[in-house]
C-alpha cells in the first residue's frame, strides 16, 4: 500500500482510488460506452456551443418551423442519464444539435427536424443522415474557408 506524507512527519496510508487510471479516463468513448466525466464535460460545452448558435437562427423562421425546432430542443436539453438508455446519449444529443446547426446555417431543415421528435429517449441518428450531417458540416467548412 502506498504511504504520503501528512505534513506532521507522520505517514499515512493512502486509499485506493475506485477512479479509472489517467490513460483510461482520457480514453476517447467507444460507441455504446458511457464517455468519463472529461468527455461528457467537453460534449456538455460543445452542446451549450451549438444551441447558443441554433437560437440565434430560431427567431427567422416561419412559427411552424420554430414551434418543430423548439420541440427538439426540449428534448435535447432534457436529455440525461436518467431519461436515456443510451450510454453515449450525450454524443448522440449532439449529433441532432450540429445537425440542426448545421441545416439552419444553410437555411435548408430537413430530416428530422420537419415533424416533432418522437416520445421516449433519444434514438441514434439514422445512417442517412449521417451523411447528411457530415454534407452540411463541409459546405460550411468550404464556405468559411
Known sequence: M???AN???KRRALKKSNRPDTNERNRP??????PSAKDSDMMDLEFKKELDEVMGYLEKLQAKERVILNNWLKKLKKANDETQELK???EVRNEY???MSN??????????????????PLRPVPKKLAYTKMKF???A???SG
Open 88 to 90: 453515449n446519449w450525450r
Open 137 to 139: 458540416t463541409l459546405c
Open 29 to 34: 468513448s467507444i460507441d455504446g460506452e458511457a
Open 7 to 9: 505534513g506532521t512527519g
Open 97 to 99: 444539435i450540429t445537425l
Open 103 to 120: 441545416q439552419l446555417r444553410r437555411s435548408d431543415i430537413i430530416e428530422p427536424f420537419l415533424t416533432r421528435p418522437d416520445v421516449g
Open 141 to 143: 467548412d468550404e464556405e
Open 2 to 4: 502506498a504511504t504520503v
